[in-house]
């Protein structure tokens, strides 16, 4: 019936209802899962950013962790060669202690004997003091007199003997200043003592003579050579006529005067009075006197300047032997023709002689310092 046929197509419509319903329902659910799906996929895209940022954090840390453990290894061993080095350095200083404590005692001992080595010059002030009262005294003698001034020349007869005297202690006080390098003050001295002799010797004396070598050594120390030449000359003259040409004497200042002809580039002079010096000290002492130890040298030292080496050496070397016989071998007089034979053989370039004659100026140095200190 029509009625039974409605009811079933009712019937038959609700089901399908229901089907639409719950395939909404999945859709829906669908689209949900669909949405949860594309954030997941975001999320995970996220993750995996994160995860390429993470692994390349690590790459990097692994990378510092490995340096660090490089430096660390490395300090490790500047340590190591540290810890030697201050052990070393212990030792050393150790050592040094040691060193620092002889050292002290040496110091101690040098105090000493510097102190003996002042005593000694407060004597020798002590004797300029003393020679000084002496020319006081006979000042006082001498009543008054001037004897300082060009005008003295008149004195009493009686006084003679006590003005040579006079003279004589002038000089040596003179002397005692040039030791000093006073020589300003040794001049006048000189000076004054040479006219009281000439007033009373006569100007020949031989005492003349000497207290003109000594006024032309200070000059020459001052470099005054052109008045230091004219004193070395009459000195010379004075001794000539007093002694004879041959005395000894005449060759210690023909041996002045040549320097100070050398200095003034006369060398044809300052050989020839070179050589005269030396053929009078030969003659008078033998060919190891003592005294030629400056002829030759001086010599030498101007066939050095014309570039005469080999006639040098030979100079050079036999005053070296005559000082060495004469004194021996470590004597402090050996220094000068030890250093000009280094000088020669630096300029001939003798390299090996040149370092052992200088390994030997050395030694001869450190023991003259030492037995001066003593």
């Known amino acids: 019936s029509r009625a039974q046929l409605d009811k079933t197509e009712k019937q038959l419509a609700e089901p399908k209802t229901a089907a639409d319903n719950q395939t909404a329902d999945l859709q829906a659910k669908i689209q949900d899962l669909q949405k949860q799906a594309d954030k997941s996929e975001k999320q995970f895209a996220a993750l995996e950013q994160k995860l390429a940022m993470a692994d ?107 003005s040579t005297r006079l003279a004589v202690s002038m000089n040596d006080i003179g002397l005692l200043h040039a030791s000093k390098k006073e020589y300003e003050r040794a001049i006048p001295l000189y000076e004054s003592a040479l006219s009281i002799l000439e007033d009373n010797l006569g100007k020949d004396h031989p005492a003349v003579g000497g207290v003109l070598g000594n006024l032309a050594d200070t000059r020459r120390s001052l470099k005054q050579y052109n008045e230091a030449g004219l004193l070395y000359d009459r000195s010379m003259s004075i001794f000539e006529k007093a002694y004879g040409k041959d005395h000894p004497k005449v060759a210690i200042v023909a041996n002045d005067l040549g320097f100070i002809y050398k200095q003034q580039d006369k060398l044809t002079e300052a050989r020839a009075l070179y050589e005269k010096g030396i053929a009078i000290l030969e003659k008078d002492g033998g060919p190891n006197d003592p005294r030629l130890a400056g002829l030759l040298n001086n010599l030498a030292m101007l066939h050095m300047s014309e570039k005469n080496y080999p006639d040098a050496e030979t100079l050079l070397i036999r005053a070296l032997k005559v000082v060495e016989t004469a004194r021996g071998p470590e004597d402090p007089a050996v220094v000068i023709p030890l250093r000009n034979l280094v000088r020669l053989y630096q300029e001939t370039g003798k390299a090996e002689l040149a370092e052992k004659h200088r390994s030997r100026l050395r030694y001869v140095f450190a023991r003259s310092i030492t037995t001066e200190v003593k």
Not at 56 to 83: H, N, P, W
Not at 121 to 139: A, G, W, Y
């Open 56 to 162: 390349e954090v690590t790459r990097k840390t692994t990378a510092e962790l490995s340096r660090l453990k490089q430096t660390i290894a490395d300090k490790t061993g500047e340590c190591e060669t540290l810890e030697s080095v201050l052990k070393q350095a212990r030792v050393e200083n150790e050592r040094l202690s040691d060193s620092a404590t002889l050292i002290s005692k040496d110091l101690e001992s040098v105090r000493a004997q510097l102190s003996d080595k002042q005593s000694q010059v407060t004597k020798l002030s002590d004797s300029e003091t003393v020679l000084t009262d002496r020319i006081q005294t006979m000042e006082q003698h001498l009543r008054g007199e001037n004897l300082f001034s060009e005008g003295s020349a008149a004195r009493e007869e009686p006084l003679e003997g006590t």
